[in-house]
């Protein structure tokens, strides 16, 4: 699957790149003062594309941390 926005690459959508990274998880061996997970919210640009292109619903799942969904 190309990168969203990346037309060279055989997305549909052309436009800047949109790139997110919902929950990193850090290894038990991480310094000192870093936390073992960080989470980010989408940014509202992600947002309104995922609300345009997929709908509320897949949105509404995202919110909830659900990834997989039938």
């Known amino acids: 699957m190309p990168l969203l926005g990346d037309v060279k690459h055989g997305s549909r959508f052309p436009g800047p790149y949109l790139l997110h990274a919902w929950r990193l998880s850090l290894p038990d061996d991480r310094p000192a003062g870093v936390p073992a997970e960080v989470v980010a919210p989408l940014p509202d640009r992600m947002r309104e594309f ?16 659900d990834l997989y969904w039938a």
Do not use: K, P
């Open 50 to 65: 995922i609300r345009e292109n997929y709908g509320v619903d897949t949105l509404a799942h995202l919110d909830r941390g």
